[in-house]
């Protein structure tokens, strides 16, 4: 109730540019709000098309305003195209509404490796994660937000090689400095070991990476269902002490909450 419930959407603001980083189930309570503030023109970044990514996207309040227009980034490297997936998951055995009904404006361009929005300047990076996961890094009037979520460190998975050691560095520069981060974190280390190769971190990796990538401040998400408010509680307070991250700079993110970068 404190930490979890809906899956992957975050807000951001730039200016006048509204950008949407994933379309979890929390992007039907996000399209309310936007349609309710009278937001105009709304941009959609997906990371990939699992499901816990993208399944709030039939339910999203503005697709169904004739007056918006909204611009679906697409990553490369997906197994599908964007438009295919999200037009699978409104076929009529799934959902009511098919996708070209939708009345809102719908543009779909593909992000390639750099793009700005607005003022924004946007950067990409393939993340490890089963089917391939696309992070951000989003620079705007001199602060730097980074979106990593579904992601599994490359040591963890293959062992400490030489190419492990330099896909881990690639990631940690991609991070290097970003005023905030928001981090996967699914499974304590233990928990790990048995879930080897299923494309997610540990909340070690993600407190390793802080301090190496010296981030200013990093929120871990991408909670694992399973796991209660406490314990997610009990795995912050560990590896802040084991890391000597003050929790000023290392947290769980909050459904719900709003910081300004």
């Known amino acids: 109730m404190r930490y979890g419930g809906n899956t992957c959407c975050v807000e951001l603001r730039c200016g006048g540019h509204t950008i949407v980083l994933d379309a979890g189930t929390g ?10 503030a009278g937001a105009g023109s709304i941009s959609l970044l997906v990371s990939h098309t699992h499901m816990d990514h993208i399944q709030g996207f039939p339910f999203f309040a503005p697709a169904y305003n004739l007056k918006k227009t909204l611009t679906v980034y697409e990553p490369p490297g997906l197994p599908v195209p964007i438009q295919e997936a999200l037009k699978k ?52 009037e001199s602060r730097v937000l980074v979106y990593l979520t579904d992601h599994e460190p490359y040591r963890r998975l293959f062992g400490d090689t030489d190419f492990s050691r330099a896909k881990d560095t690639e990631i940690r520069d991609f991070m290097r400095g970003a005023d905030l981060v928001l981090r996967d974190a699914q499974y304590t280390v233990d928990e790990y070991d048995t879930r080897r190769g299923w494309g997610h971190g540990t909340f070690d990796d993600a407190a390793e990476d802080a ?35 003050d929790p000023a700079r290392m947290s769980l993110a909050r459904e719900g909450e709003e910081l300004e970068v």
């Open 211 to 245: 301090n190496l990538a010296e981030v200013r401040r990093m929120m871990v998400f991408h909670h694992d269902p399973d796991h209660s408010d406490d314990f997610l509680e009990s795995c912050i307070a560990s590896v802040q002490k084991r890391y000597k991250l």
């Open 89 to 140: 998951q409104t076929e009529p055995y799934y959902f009511p509404v098919p996708l070209e009904d939708l009345p809102a404006h719908m543009e779909f361009r593909s992000t390639g490796d750099h793009l700005h929005i607005g003022g924004a300047a946007i950067s990409r990076l393939d993340l490890n994660h089963p089917g391939g996961c696309s992070g951000y890094r989003i620079e705007f």
């Open 27 to 36: 992007v039907r309570a996000l399209g309310v709000a936007l349609e309710r």
